[in-house]
Nanobody, 126 residues
Framework: QVQLVESGGGLVQAGGSLRLSCAASGRTFSNYAMGWFRQGPGKEREFVAAISRSGSSAYYADFVKGRFTISRDNAKNTVYLQMNSLKPEDTAVYYC???????????????????WGQGTQVTVSS
């Protein structure tokens, strides 16, 4: 069992930045590929970014390429999502997820992930 707790959400103006964190506990963190998803108001949850177990590779949704960066610190059992140049359409609840023994970083489907956090709200004002 892995417990995931997101933090770092909040209210920011368009063009601003936020860094989300997701702290994991319960199992060996480096055994898990990690992903970020989001769910905007009235929308389905969608893939944002994922990172391999070692952190050597990352994969992004097209709509965040060049603006968001996923990273991880296996010593701190934490994955991050640095979000720059935020837009109002980035407003959503952001979730982190863990896939045990995931290979690589192109892990984009919700049903590939084994554990989920409770989410953190990000609101971008125009």
């Amino acid at each position: 069992q892995v417990q995931l707790v997101e933090s770092g959400g909040g209210l920011v103006q368009a063009g601003g930045s936020l860094r989300l964190s997701c702290a994991a506990s319960g199992r060996t963190f480096s055994n898990y590929a990690m992903g970020w998803f989001r769910q905007g108001p009235g929308k389905e949850r969608e893939f944002v970014a994922a990172i391999s177990r070692s952190g050597s590779s990352a994969y992004y949704a097209d709509f965040v390429k060049g603006r968001f960066t996923i990273s991880r610190d296996n010593a701190k059992n934490t994955v991050y999502l640095q979000m720059n140049s935020l837009k109002p359409e980035d407003t959503a609840v952001y979730y982190c997820a863990a896939e045990e023994l995931g290979v690589g970083s192109k892990i984009t489907k919700e049903n590939e992930y084994d554990y989920w956090g409770q989410g953190t709200q990000v609101t971008v004002s125009s």
